[in-house]
């Protein structure tokens, strides 16, 4: 299973690329958000409809 620091590694590298790409700021902010998650999960963090 993957550490903490490789999932944090895999999700920004998965930012930076869909941000080339021209993603949506809603892609980028589920990206970020579960970056924050991950990160600082003790933390107060917004959220997102996933619907």
């Known amino acids: 299973m993957a ?3 490789e999932i ?3 999700i ?3 930012i ?3 941000l080339e790409a021209g993603a949506t700021s809603d892609t980028i ?3 970020a958000e ?3 998650w ?3 999960p003790d933390n107060g963090h ?3 409809d996933a619907s």
């Open 3 to 5: 550490d903490q620091d």
């Open 8 to 10: 944090l590694t895999a």
């Open 12 to 14: 920004g590298g998965r």
């Open 16 to 18: 930076l690329s869909q």
């Open 29 to 31: 902010l589920k990206l």
């Open 34 to 36: 579960a970056y924050a």
């Open 38 to 40: 991950i990160a600082a």
């Open 46 to 48: 917004g959220g997102f």
